[in-house]
């Protein structure tokens, strides 16, 4: 028998979504642009919602909300990369969470294409050029399985968070020490 379990949801209390989302903004996250190119055209969105899965094989998730524009455009192309944004990219944050024509939010910025085809930031923290290898719905989302093909580090040493509904930066001057 597995040692992890899925719990029965029957009786379980509802947790209202605005409630969530106010536990959720307390919980500090880096801050990427998810890219793709190929069969569907370009596309790109801001995203928190990324997290390593696994080493063997290199592989991480993006939740993907079925909703945006931008959704069926990742699901026909199946390659994305996946930039990370430093503290230059609060325009490119807003640009790329909604609301902007795609050609405007990457008129913003230099892109190089990856091995995949996706646009890759040049001046990204870091960036990971993946294959989607699984795709799960999971309410609203798509949780999105990527495997990675290509890392590219970048050379800066400062990284953008997301707190509190607010942008924040991350670095040695912020460091605790400990
Ligand atoms: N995972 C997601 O889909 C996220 C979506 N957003 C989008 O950006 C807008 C502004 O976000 P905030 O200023 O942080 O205020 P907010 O109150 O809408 O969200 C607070 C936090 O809840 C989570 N969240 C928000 N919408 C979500 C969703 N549909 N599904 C799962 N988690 C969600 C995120 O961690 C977010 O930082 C949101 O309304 C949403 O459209 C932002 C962050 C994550
Ligand atoms: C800071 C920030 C983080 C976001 N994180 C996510 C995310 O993890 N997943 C997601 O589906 N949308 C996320 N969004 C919203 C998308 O960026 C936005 O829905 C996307 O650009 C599509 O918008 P559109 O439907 O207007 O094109 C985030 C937005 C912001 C500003």
Not at 46 to 59: E, G, H, M, R, Y
Not at 76 to 103: D, I, M, Q, W
Request: proline share 4%.
């Amino acid at each position: 028998m597995n040692a992890i379990q899925t719990a029965s949801l029957e009786g379980a209390a509802t947790i209202d979504p605005a409630a969530f989302r106010n536990a959720m903004a307390r919980l500090g996250a880096a801050v990427h642009i998810i890219t793709t190119d190929g069969v569907a055209g370009r596309a790109g969105f801001a995203a928190t919602a990324v997290c390593s899965v696994t080493d063997t094989p290199p592989t991480l998730l993006v939740c993907l909300n079925r909703s945006s524009s931008v959704f069926s455009t990742f699901e026909a192309n199946g390659v994305l990369s996946v930039n990370t944004l430093g503290p230059g990219h609060l325009r490119l944050s807003s640009l790329f969470g909604g609301k902007t024509p795609v050609e405007e939010r990457f008129a913003a910025a230099d892109w190089v294409t990856g091995d995949t085809g996706a646009p890759v930031l040049s001046d990204a923290v870091t960036s990971f050029d993946c294959r989607v290898a699984e795709a799960v719905d999971v309410g609203t989302h798509k949780v999105l399985f990527c495997r990675v093909v290509t890392l590219r580090a970048g050379s800066t040493d400062e990284a953008l968070a997301y707190y509190q509904r607010a942008y924040h930066v991350l670095g040695e001057a912020s460091r605790v020490p400990g």
